[in-house]
Nanobody, 129 residues
Framework: QAQLVESGGGLVQVGDSLRLSCAVSGLGYYNLPFTTCAGGWFRQSPGKQRELVAS????????LYADSVKGRFSVSRDNAKNTVLLQMSSLKPEDTAVYYCAARRYPNTGAYAGDYAFWGQGTQVTVSS
């Protein structure tokens, strides 16, 4: 079965940078090459709905960002290593949340949680002022 494992979360100060990594495995169980699966990063803070942070197409050529992170976050992927990365900079207290990695069954980006079939367990990011 598919497994998505996030790493890189932690406690940082306002203005700091952090890189999240998502290692994806097991898509072969569904006959899904990694390059045919768009990747996404979502976040959820207490009392709020899970929201899109960024999405990247299967071939890595198309990206989609939430307005709140444009210009500060960058999503990328390494298809040779089956990983999806999220580089976060100029972090703000409102970026504090649990960050989830997700993968679609389709190569094009997706803006909604319902677009994604596979999910990681999440990693906590806390930005302290």
């Amino acid at each position: 079965q598919a497994q998505l494992v996030e790493s890189g979360g932690g406690l940082v100060q306002v203005g700091d940078s952090l890189r999240l990594s998502c290692a994806v495995s097991g898509l072969g169980y569904y006959n899904l090459p990694f390059t045919t699966c768009a990747g996404g990063w979502f976040r959820q803070s207490p009392g709020k709905q899970r929201e899109l942070v960024a999405s990247i197409s299967g071939d890595g050529t198309t990206t989609l960002y939430a307005d709140s992170v444009k210009g500060r976050f960058s999503v990328s992927r390494d298809n040779a290593k089956n990983t999806v990365l999220l580089q976060m900079s100029s972090l703000k207290p409102e970026d504090t949340a649990v960050y989830y990695c997700a993968a679609r069954r389709y190569p094009n980006t997706g803006a909604y949680a319902g677009d994604y079939a596979f999910w990681g367990q999440g990693t906590q990011v806390t930005v302290s002022s």
